[in-house]
């Protein structure tokens, strides 16, 4: 095997554009977050409006979570061979858009359908993120870009909430809006209209992205590319090595998406805590 550069002698971009690339990576990310958890601090009128228990709103989440992860990896494959920026750029497009057809809804499954389409949706940003920015940095400049796109995770999930809680408490008590042939929309449905509707300026953002020249691509002595045959080899041979950090991982992702997730409904009906106050200060 050997490691063949595509850009041997093209130069990496200037590290200001690089870390311009990285900041608007960084607010994609924000916004995905606030479109994926927003959910959280509508529970209480979704149950009342639409009649669903707990046990359905907690496959709004899931069927999120199941579709990110499954999507994934054929999105990751993809984000090896065609331009990022615009799988990036149709990602965001529609998880917005399957954010505002969340507000849309009539009934849990079209909520349910349209919770879905945000989880492929936001499927693309991660694994096509972490492809341009090795492409954009050299190799001993990547873990630190790597870990400021990370930190938008952690930062996302606080931001979800505070920007959240305001929207919630900036539309409580508004009446129902006159959508012509849509109907009418209650205030939770207008949330998620006003959190889905900005994704389009992060679309423009994207179209200041130049794709990046593919760096460091390892082929297999034949010439033909590594692919999945290849990692399901590496599974095979180390999977005693592997399987306890997934399963670990995976009971992580678990406990602390349930925690999350419920906060802001336990503050609400234990302590009576409107949602969006709980939400903005659970953010923080």
Known sequence: MSNTDTAAGVAYPKPAYAWFVVAILVVASLVSYVDRQVLALLVTPIRNDLGVTDTQIGWLFSGFAIFYALAGLPLAYLADRVNRKWLVSIGIFAWSLMTV?????????????????????EATLTPAAHSLIGDYFPREKIPLAVGVFQMSGTLGTGIAYTVGGTVVMLL???????AGPLGALQPWQLVFVAVGAPGALVVLLMLLVREPVRRGIIKASAGSTIGLGSLARVYQRHWRTLLLPHVGFGFIALGGFSVVFWTPSFFERIHGVPAGTAGFSYGF
Request: glycine share 18%.
């Open 101 to 121: 057809a969340c507000g849309l809804a009539r009934n849990f499954w079209m909520l349910f359908a349209a919770r879905i389409g945000v989880g492929v949706g």
């Open 172 to 178: 409580a008590g508004v009446p129902a809006v006159d």
